[in-house]
């Protein structure tokens, strides 16, 4: 094992992890938004609303996010849809983890009990107060988790962004052993890394779950 | 409308209501007046729509047909749609407390915040302001030392009094109990009967489903007995309960009044 090549590449695979990391972050809020937009169409008592929502969520659960990559880098420019890698990447990251979030998203209203919103319906709350000051709080633990869940797949599934050559941790890696002819050494370093920011997404999660479901450990309100 | 029907008017006017879950009619043209400060309580095995009634009160079940008021207000309005139906619907619901068999506190309030949480968000109150309130309605159900305490520290009773608080913040004009002591311990359904007398003495105007018989008894000025969502028979708790006119209340109270005790 070549350890001072190691020592030597690592700067490298360092600088390009944050566009890894850049990437993800931006995919996962703009999903967030996507997600959003996917959950609230879907509340809606409007038919096609809902069909749309159901139905995009089915496509892209039914296609490879690496199809999905593929068609809109390569196929977008054919009806005038031409991004920069990186945006794409985004874009893409963000269309798809936003498919997955809002189900979770959804999955997470729909386990607080019915008698929660009736309660607070009963009291002359609307639909956004009852959402804001009594479902939410309480859907945010579950949903902090399975949105967390999906962020590791997301950063992970960044890797394949490398194939619009996008210059982040994998192309990165291919790039560095295209010279070094050191696959052990350099795909032993990028897949280190990757465990390095998965953990760290993990922790992030954990420590935001904890805060929102403090109330259930908690006794006495705090101030 | 003049100022004079005003003073006449019942708190709560329910006239000819129909309800349909599919198929089946649950509610097959239900009247009842219950005047202001006076107490009804309706009884009925479970199936006979009295809870259904309850809930079409604060129109957490839609009615097919009749007419609900509240205070001379209609409650249910088929001309309305969308969002003003909902502010309207919203604004009559402050008016109105209601109790639920299962309680339904809010897990990540503390005691005090749920029972201050809809002065604050809906009469816009400060917070200093509001739990003053707050911690008075908590001292009148027994629980002002809880009122730091989230709902999972408290037993049934504890919850279902914090919850009744929690109603009464809004001061509403008429309380709807729906089987508020069903789902309490033996032990702990006398806690939650004294508030409720308590209640009653203060002349709240109050519409009462309940299996507790002799409560109903006691506290009543109207009882009403349900079955297949028909009004079998109703009157004056004397009256109704010692000496009923038809059959099957006679039968239906012969099997609660011995199963009591």
Not at chain 1, 2 to 12: A, G, I, K, Q, S
Not at chain 2, 105 to 134: I, Q
């Amino acid at each position: 094992m070549d350890v001072n090549l190691m020592v030597e590449v690592t700067p490298l695979l360092i600088k390009a992890a944050w566009i890894t990391i850049d990437i993800s972050i931006r995919a996962i809020i703009l999903g967030f938004g996507v997600a959003c937009v996917l959950v609230f169409l879907r509340s809606l008592q409007i038919k096609p609303l809902q069909w749309f929502s159901r139905g995009y969520v089915s496509v892209i659960r039914g296609t490879p996010y690496f199809v999905q990559l593929l068609l809109v880098f390569y196929g977008g420019p054919t009806i005038g849809l031409t991004m920069d890698p990186f945006t794409c990447g985004v874009m893409v990251g963000a269309f798809n983890i936003g498919a997955y979030m809002s189900e979770a998203i959804r999955g997470a209203l729909e386990s607080v009990e019915s008698g929660q919103n009736e309660a607070s319906r009963s009291l002359g709350f609307g639909r956004l107060q009852t959402l804001t000051y009594v479902v939410l709080p309480q859907a945010a633990g579950l949903m902090i988790r399975s949105v967390g869940v999906l962020a590791i797949v997301l950063v992970k599934n960044s890797s394949l962004v490398s194939i619009i050559s996008v210059v982040e941790l994998t192309y990165q890696a291919q790039r560095l052993i295209g010279s070094t002819y050191k696959p052990f050494e350099i795909f032993t370093l990028t897949a280190v890394m990757y465990i390095c920011i998965v953990y760290a997404v993990m922790g992030i999660v954990e420590l935001a779950y904890r805060r929102a479901t403090r109330y259930t450990t908690l006794v006495k309100r705090v101030q | 409308m003049t100022i004079e029907t005003k003073t006449d008017t019942p708190m709560v006017e329910i006239v000819n209501v129909h309800k349909k879950f599919g198929d089946l009619e649950v509610l097959k043209g239900i009247n009842l007046t219950v005047p202001k400060g006076k107490i009804v309580s309706i009884i009925g095995s479970s199936g006979s729509g009295k809870s259904t009634l309850l809930r079409s009160v604060n129109h957490l079940e839609v009615i097919d047909d009749g007419v609900i008021r509240l205070d001379g207000v209609q409650v249910n309005r088929p001309d309305m749609k969308g969002l003003a139906f909902e502010r309207h619907i919203n604004h009559i619901r402050q008016n109105m407390g209601m109790v639920f068999q299962h309680f339904n506190l809010f897990p990540h309030l503390s005691t005090l915040d749920n029972v201050t949480l809809a002065p604050r968000k809906l009469k816009g109150m400060a917070r200093k302001e509001a739990e003053e309130l707050g911690r008075e309605y908590l001292n009148r159900v027994g629980l002002a030392d809880k009122a730091d305490v989230y709902p999972s520290r408290l037993s049934g009773g504890q919850k279902q009094r914090v919850a009744i608080a929690r109603a009464l913040a809004m001061q509403p004009k008429v309380m709807l109990f729906d089987e508020a002591t069903s789902a309490l311990d033996p032990e702990l359904v006398e806690e939650v009967n004294l508030v409720m007398r308590d209640l009653a003495k203060e002349h709240m105007t109050m519409l009462i489903v309940t299996h507790e018989m002799a409560f109903a008894r006691d506290v009543s000025d109207w009882a009403m007995f349900m079955e297949g969502g028909v009004v079998v028979e109703e009157g004056t708790p004397d009256k109704f309960f010692s000496n009923p006119d038809h059959e099957r209340t006679r039968n239906f109270l012969r099997k609660h009044l011995s199963s009591q005790h």
